[in-house]
């Protein structure tokens, strides 16, 4: 009898190596929505950086499962407005022109 075993046929927990059994049928292949939600809400204005404490009234656009809320209808224009091949520069960046190098 193999030590994984007790006499009445039930699992010994104790088990040093217990190996996992198969798995169930919607189980053995990966899920696609796994981590993926259903609707995510951004309440910070990109534009501004400033967190929205109360989301109604406020502008948004929903974009694919995204929805982003603006802080006002110029911010929501602007983002709209910008182009998609736009450069994205960190504020504060150290790094940008050269300036921490050393």
Same mark, same amino acid.
């Given at each position: &009898?193999?030590?994984?075993?007790? !006499? ?12 996992? &059994? ?6 053995? !292949?990966?899920? #696609?929505?796994? #981590?993926?939600?259903?609707? &995510? ?22 974009? !694919? ?23 994205? #520069? ?7 022109? !050269?300036?921490?190098?050393?």
């Amino acid at each position: &009898m193999s030590p994984l075993f007790t !006499g009445n046929d039930g699992l010994a927990f104790d088990a040093p190596n217990a190996i996992a &059994m198969d798995c169930l049928p919607r189980d053995q !292949g990966q899920s #696609h929505r796994l #981590h993926e939600p259903g609707l &995510m809400i951004s309440s910070v204005d990109p534009m501004t950086g400033a967190e929205i404490e109360d989301l109604s009234g406020h502008p948004y656009i929903v974009d !694919g499962n995204m929805v982003i809320y603006f802080e006002s209808l110029e911010t929501r224009q602007a983002f709209q407005d910008m182009p998609i091949d736009h450069p994205f #520069h960190l504020v504060d960046n150290p790094y940008e022109d !050269g300036e921490a190098e050393g």
